[in-house]
């Protein structure tokens, strides 16, 4: 096949070379325009750097418009590349014109070597047939070897005929380095995509990766960059443009390998129908597109672009906006949130929209990594909500396994969907994390689904290892949760919506909240949604103590600064007990049919009551039998635990560090037990 290729391509060039110059420039440039209707893929790509580039000053119809005027040059361009290794020195001297040569004579009067920054604008094969004749010094350029070794030779001995050095990328950069030493010219294409190796900075004010060779030649060899430009002028007419020289000094290859970029996009604006639009410069990386952990990292410049200079360096970059897309439950909302920030913190252009059923929008726009939030309101299609995500998003990161929600962004048409692989629903994502099978006997333990979510953000770049990453998303605390009221305003949430088998006895929560009261004169508040009203009735008659009944009387926004106003909170397994814990309460819960392991409040000081019987953790709705865990948990365990919550926070207001310290051993004395049959178990739980 290889064969087939060059044959193929050396017959259009014996086509095209037995033409004219001018009369192969105008075939190329009908073919050219014939191709923007017929090669799809690259039209669009072409029309989607475009947008990338002169989207926020320039309308569809503009755009258009370069882009079908770059097809006919990129067409007529290809065809006088094939023709130029046929002309004569004159007949090229007579085809281009040169500006901006004289820029170059201190370089060339101190015999010294530079390194000419060239881009993919114009006619740039033309360089290897003009920079010979031009330049009073020995050149060359760095090239990548083509996989077709047969083309590969062919176009070499077109480029090298008139003396023009090629320097191989794979080779390494030694001959390239003394070259440039000894007094020669090297030329570097800068403006295609580098891939993993390159650093990440700003063009046209997007992050593309950017290769630092340029820079790194001219810092090690001391010479000078100098930009140039070709530009298509006319039929088979060109001119051929050098910008000043960049003293390397006192630059680092990555600032240097900045500004190049900042160089080319000034050449690109000059001729912007003359740029190689269908090369895919802002390509996203798989899997890591949060770039955390690439070798050369980012780097984003004081450069400002006419459109945003009023803002700061990384609030110039334009949006890389990413869709998350919202587990429907409130505590697994509140456990994907860590997940949420480390994304966020990914990359200096993030822009984060969370897309979440209506009832917990609150709760992410407390959220302040989140940028924007799209509720799906109650009865919404799945038709309905991929109209308003598409052409929004480069991204959509899914947490929950459905089905429906990978349908959401396939159906949006956005090109990256990450997410796990359940309910079959793998074909919908281009990028799946698959749960690893581990070679070890013994199964592995189980992960919170905290680190479930982290994972998913592990997966895609996002740096984890931070334990900040475990803290609240809407406040974090570098010291002690302290009790802010004298008495203590105390919350209980004796529901659970998932059923019956998570919520202990109502009689001992009354219990509870009558000795608690009788003990610290604390005020209660009941929390609960409209169906929890008869179980909360009874509990608030039977305790008999102050208490302010917020049961299905708050808003999701509402409830967040109830439980803000709260010292600390007892609470069945619930979304609410989440919810606490990332507003920075203290909890106390009380597990019975679920796994602290996998759903234990995130953060520290937190107090887990848990009686482990045979069949627990069973994970049903209701229990089928005697309801022994929750039974086996008494009134007399959760007194103790919220007393000595309190008090551990109150000695930590009265700062006294050795009280304080004779808690934590206390705790975590009472955690190294393993919870077994018949035993009562206090469990602290941090960061889950």
């Given at each position: 096949?290889?064969?087939?290729?060059?044959?193929?391509?050396?017959?259009?060039?014996?086509?095209?070379?037995?033409?004219?110059?001018?009369?192969?420039?105008?075939?190329?440039?009908?073919?050219?325009?014939?191709?923007?209707?017929?090669?799809?893929?690259?039209?669009?790509?072409?029309?989607?750097?475009?947008?990338?580039?002169?989207?926020?000053?320039?309308?569809?119809a503009?755009?258009?418009v370069?882009?079908?005027?770059?097809?006919?040059?990129?067409?007529?361009?290809?065809?006088?590349?094939?023709k130029?290794?046929?002309?004569?020195?004159?007949?090229?001297?007579?085809?281009?014109?040169?500006?901006g040569?004289?820029?170059?004579?201190?370089?060339l009067?101190?015999?010294?070597g530079?390194?000419?920054?060239?881009?993919h604008?114009?006619?740039w094969?033309?360089w290897?047939?003009?920079?010979?004749?031009?330049?009073?010094c020995?050149?060359g350029?760095?090239?990548?070897?083509?996989?077709?070794?047969?083309?590969?030779?062919?176009?070499?001995?077109?480029?090298?005929?008139?003396?023009?050095?090629?320097f191989?990328?794979?080779?390494?950069?030694?001959?390239?380095?003394?070259?440039?030493?000894?007094?020669?010219?090297?030329?570097?294409?800068?403006?295609q995509?580098?891939?993993?190796?390159g650093?990440?900075?700003p063009?046209?004010?997007?992050?593309?990766?950017?290769?630092?060779?340029?820079a790194?030649?001219?810092?090690?060899?001391?010479g000078?960059?100098?930009?140039?430009?070709?530009?298509?002028?006319?039929?088979?007419?060109?001119?051929?443009v050098?910008s000043?020289?960049?003293?390397?000094?006192?630059?680092?290859?990555?600032?240097?390998?900045a500004?190049?970029?900042?160089?080319?996009?000034?050449l690109?604006?000059?001729?912007?129908?003359?740029w190689?639009?269908?090369?895919?410069?802002w390509?996203l990386?798989r899997?890591?597109?949060?770039?955390?952990?690439?070798?050369?990292g980012?780097?984003?410049?004081?450069?400002?672009?006419?459109?945003?200079?009023?803002?700061?360096?990384?609030?110039?970059?334009?949006p890389?906006?990413?869709?998350?897309?919202?587990?429907?439950?409130?505590?697994?909302a509140?456990?994907?949130?860590?997940?949420v920030?480390?994304?966020?913190?990914?990359?200096?252009?993030?822009?984060?929209?969370?897309?979440?059923p209506?009832?917990?929008?609150?709760?992410?726009?407390?959220?302040?990594?989140?940028?924007?939030?799209?509720?799906?309101?109650p009865?919404?299609?799945?038709?309905q909500?991929?109209?308003?995500?598409?052409?929004?998003?480069?991204?959509?990161?899914?947490?929950?396994?459905?089905?429906?929600?990978?349908?959401?962004?396939?159906?949006?048409?956005?090109?990256?969907?990450?997410?796990?692989?359940?309910?079959?629903r793998?074909?919908?994502?281009?990028?799946?994390?698959?749960?690893?099978?581990?070679?070890?006997a013994?199964?592995?333990?189980?992960l919170?689904?905290?680190?479930h979510?982290l994972?998913?953000?592990?997966y895609?770049?996002?740096?984890?290892?931070?334990?900040?990453?475990?803290r609240?998303?809407?406040?974090?605390?570098?010291?002690?949760?302290?009790?802010?009221?004298?008495?203590?305003?105390?919350?209980v949430?004796?529901?659970?919506?998932y059923g019956p088998?998570?919520?202990w006895?109502?009689?001992r929560?009354?219990?509870?909240?009558?000795?608690?009261?009788?003990?610290?004169?604390?005020?209660?508040?009941?929390?609960?949604?409209p169906?929890?009203?008869?179980?909360?009735?009874?509990i608030?008659?039977?305790?008999?103590?102050?208490?302010?009944d917020?049961?299905?009387?708050?808003?999701l926004?509402?409830?967040?600064?109830?439980?803000?106003?709260c010292?600390l909170?007892?609470?069945?397994?619930?979304?609410?007990?989440?919810?606490a814990?990332?507003?920075?309460?203290?909890?106390?819960?009380?597990?019975?049919?679920?796994?602290?392991?996998?759903?234990?409040?995130?953060?520290?000081?937190?107090?887990?009551?848990r009686r482990h019987?045979e069949?627990?953790?069973?994970f049903?709705?209701?229990?089928p039998?005697?309801?022994?865990?929750?039974k086996?948990?008494?009134?007399?365990?959760?007194?103790a635990?919220?007393?000595?919550?309190l008090?551990?926070?109150?000695?930590?207001?009265?700062?006294?560090?050795?009280?304080?310290?004779s808690?934590?051993?206390?705790?975590?004395?009472?955690?190294?037990?393993?919870?077994?049959q018949?035993?009562e178990?206090?469990?602290?739980?941090?960061g889950?």
């Amino acid at each position: 096949m290889d064969r087939v290729a060059w044959w193929a391509f050396r017959a259009l060039a014996a086509l095209v070379r037995a033409l004219s110059l001018e009369s192969g420039f105008r075939l190329g440039h009908t073919l050219g325009g014939v191709a923007y209707y017929l090669a799809g893929p690259y039209r669009r790509l072409a029309l989607h750097n475009l947008r990338i580039a002169f989207g926020r000053e320039k309308t569809e119809a503009e755009i258009a418009v370069i882009a079908r005027e770059h097809f006919r040059n990129l067409g007529a361009n290809l065809f006088s590349s094939l023709k130029l290794p046929t002309l004569s020195q004159a007949q090229i001297e007579a085809v281009v014109t040169v500006e901006g040569l004289a820029q170059m004579e201190p370089q060339l009067l101190k015999k010294s070597g530079f390194v000419f920054i060239v881009s993919h604008l114009g006619n740039w094969e033309m360089w290897a047939q003009l920079t010979p004749i031009i330049f009073r010094c020995k050149v060359g350029a760095v090239y990548q070897r083509l996989g077709n070794h047969f083309l590969d030779a062919e176009i070499r001995r077109d480029r090298a005929r008139l003396g023009f050095e090629l320097f191989e990328r794979k080779e390494g950069f030694t001959r390239a380095a003394r070259f440039i030493r000894e007094g020669g010219a090297v030329g570097v294409l800068a403006d295609q995509h580098a891939g993993d190796a390159g650093l990440w900075c700003p063009f046209f004010d997007r992050l593309a990766s950017t290769s630092t060779l340029a820079a790194t030649l001219a810092m090690r060899t001391g010479g000078a960059l100098m930009p140039a430009a070709v530009y298509t002028v006319g039929v088979a007419r060109w001119r051929c443009v050098f910008s000043p020289p960049i003293d390397p000094s006192g630059h680092t290859p990555e600032t240097l390998t900045a500004r190049v970029n900042e160089l080319i996009e000034e050449l690109i604006r000059v001729r912007p129908a003359d740029w190689f639009w269908v090369h895919n410069r802002w390509k996203l990386p798989r899997p890591n597109f949060l770039l955390t952990g690439y070798k050369r990292g980012v780097l984003v410049t004081d450069h400002r672009s006419p459109i945003t200079d009023h803002r700061s360096p990384s609030e110039s970059l334009q949006p890389f906006r990413m869709v998350i897309r919202s587990s429907n439950w409130l505590g697994d909302a509140v456990m994907s949130a860590p997940a949420v920030r480390a994304i966020k913190a990914g990359r200096p252009d993030a822009h984060v929209t969370i897309l979440t059923p209506a009832k917990l929008a609150d709760f992410w726009r407390a959220v302040p990594d989140v940028d924007d939030v799209l509720p799906i309101t109650p009865g919404e299609s799945v038709f309905q909500v991929a109209r308003r995500l598409r052409g929004s998003f480069e991204v959509a990161i899914i947490f929950p396994n459905s089905l429906r929600t990978a349908l959401e962004p396939w159906l949006a048409g956005i090109p990256r969907r990450v997410g796990f692989p359940g309910h079959r629903r793998a074909w919908l994502l281009n990028q799946v994390l698959r749960e690893k099978k581990s070679k070890k006997a013994q199964p592995a333990a189980p992960l919170h689904q905290t680190d479930h979510y982290l994972a998913l953000a592990r997966y895609i770049g996002a740096d984890v290892s931070a334990p900040s990453d475990h803290r609240s998303p809407i406040t974090d605390h570098d010291s002690p949760i302290t009790i802010h009221h004298s008495p203590p305003i105390l919350g209980v949430c004796p529901g659970a919506e998932y059923g019956p088998a998570k919520r202990w006895l109502p009689e001992r929560f009354a219990d509870v909240m009558r000795t608690v009261h009788e003990r610290t004169g604390c005020e209660w508040r009941i929390f609960g949604v409209p169906k929890d009203r008869e179980l909360t009735d009874t509990i608030v008659q039977s305790a008999a103590v102050p208490c302010t009944d917020l049961v299905g009387k708050t808003t999701l926004a509402e409830l967040i600064q109830q439980l803000r106003e709260c010292d600390l909170l007892v609470t069945n397994d619930t979304g609410t007990m989440h919810l606490a814990a990332f507003l920075g309460v203290r909890v106390v819960a009380i597990f019975g049919s679920t796994e602290p392991a996998l759903t234990a409040p995130s953060g520290d000081g937190h107090t887990i009551l848990r009686r482990h019987v045979e069949c627990s953790p069973c994970f049903l709705r209701e229990c089928p039998i005697d309801f022994r865990c929750m039974k086996a948990v008494s009134v007399e365990s959760v007194v103790a635990a919220v007393e000595a919550s309190l008090g551990v926070a109150r000695e930590t207001q009265l700062n006294n560090p050795a009280r304080r310290q004779s808690h934590a051993a206390h705790v975590e004395h009472s955690g190294t037990h393993p919870a077994g049959q018949g035993s009562e178990h206090l469990d602290p739980t941090a960061g889950g």
